[in-house]
């Protein structure tokens, strides 16, 4: 692998013909040819000749110059599209490319000497604040869905529990009147969640075994949801709602406590 060489300040050609230019205050789009080239011929020839690999490149660019400089000289040449080429774009772009690249690199030095005296030390935050988690925005939770969808499947849910009642069997013996607690809903909630990461929202309704259960369970699904520990989704207009677990049931925290508020 070859060592690079600095010669004086310079870099290489391109820093020096860029360095010149800067010194003259010369328009980089407009380089006076003859004057850059004469100016680097006499640095080349102060230059100690040490170095053939370093020299060559210099001399590369020397020849460069003096072809630009010939054929600056000479009637200048139409292109297919019917305009004047010049000599010297060529050189101005490899010019433009490593001013770009030179500037870079200092801001790149910047930034590692700023970082020299940066330490970082291991995050020592309470418990309470790697606890935090957002407030959950419930029209995120929804994507789309309205209160209408899930009331008409609810209101479906009811029509078929209401289908299972034999009208005449019903009518035997003393109707008790069940005790559903919500707070104890969404505890089996939080069991079924656990053995079914994805479900679905008809089907959920459609196992309960009567109209209460079936209420408690749809507020409990809005409980759930509200509180961020699912989300419900719709791919297609009519389709079945899924019910995702977003929270892993085992965080599910204070259930009871947030029912009987």
């Known amino acids: 692998m070859a060592i690079p060489v600095k010669i004086n300040v310079f870099e290489g050609p391109l820093d020096l013909l860029l360095h010149l230019i800067e010194k003259n205050k010369i328009d980089i789009y407009d380089i006076p040819i003859v004057e850059i080239t004469d100016q680097y011929m006499e640095y080349l020839h102060s230059m100690e000749k040490e170095d053939l690999g370093t020299m060559s490149e210099f001399m590369v660019m020397a020849a460069t110059l003096l072809d630009i400089k010939c054929k600056m000289l000479l009637p200048k040449e139409i292109n297919d599209e019917g305009e004047e080429e010049d000599p010297r774009e060529e050189l101005v772009q490899k010019l433009l490319e490593y001013k770009m690249y030179k500037y870079m690199s200092y801001e790149l030095k910047d930034y590692m000497d700023n970082a020299a005296g940066v330490y970082f030390r291991t995050p020592d935050l309470p418990d309470e604040v790697l606890k935090y988690k957002e407030p959950v925005d419930p ?114 925290m204070h259930l009871t406590e947030f029912a009987d508020e």
């Open 139 to 252: 029209s995120e939770l929804l994507e789309g869905l309205t209160l209408q969808k899930l009331n008409s499947i609810y209101q479906s849910i009811l029509k078929r529990q209401e289908a299972k009642i034999d009208p005449i069997r019903s009518k035997f013996g003393t109707i008790e009147k069940e005790e559903v607690s919500l707070s104890d809903k969404m505890l089996s909630m939080k069991t079924y969640a656990a053995q079914h990461r994805k479900f679905s929202f008809r089907q959920l309704l459609t196992k309960q075994s009567s109209r209460v259960q079936v209420i408690v369970t749809f507020l409990s699904i809005l409980e759930l949801m509200k509180m961020g520990y699912i989300h419900i989704r719709q791919e297609e207009l009519f389709d079945d709602i899924q019910v995702d677990v977003v929270q892993e049931p085992d965080t599910w």
